[in-house]
């Protein structure tokens, strides 16, 4: 996973708390447990994320592949064409699934109504 500004988020947290400890108040250093602590929470939070993602794309490919057959409305990037068709296809081979309506190829979110149009 990358972070907002391209960087690995463990690799970011590790900069931090390398920050952290250099800057700390030599009177009052940094507990060692509470960084353990922080790099479990950053690990756990990655792990959710993880886990996030890999659902979500579990849940793309099975509402795409209930379209199979099916007649769809869809519309264009630019929602210029409006399509009204059957599902005769569907392609997993990108990042996102792609239906294919008559023989067009369109993102799974193209689609906009399903069933008798």
Do not use: C, W
Not at 24 to 48: E, R, V, W, Y
Not at 51 to 61: A, D, E, K
Not at 62 to 67: D, E, P, Q, R
Request: no cysteine; proline share 4%; glycine share 8%.
């Amino acid at each position: 996973m990358i972070g907002t500004n391209g960087q690995d988020p463990s690799e970011q947290f590790l900069k931090l708390l390398v920050a952290q400890i250099t800057n700390q108040d030599p009177d009052h250093p940094m507990n060692s447990t509470d960084m353990i602590t922080q790099f479990a929470q950053i690990q756990s939070a990655l792990g959710l994320n993880s886990l996030i993602q890999s659902s979500q794309t579990f849940q793309r490919v099975a509402t795409a592949g209930t379209l199979l057959n099916q007649r769809v409305t869809v519309y264009d990037a630019d929602r210029k064409l409006k399509l009204e068709g059957m599902v005769k296809g569907l392609d997993f081979s990108g990042t996102m699934p792609l239906v294919n309506v008559d023989g067009r190829m369109f993102p799974l979110e193209a689609v906009k109504t399903l069933g008798d149009i």
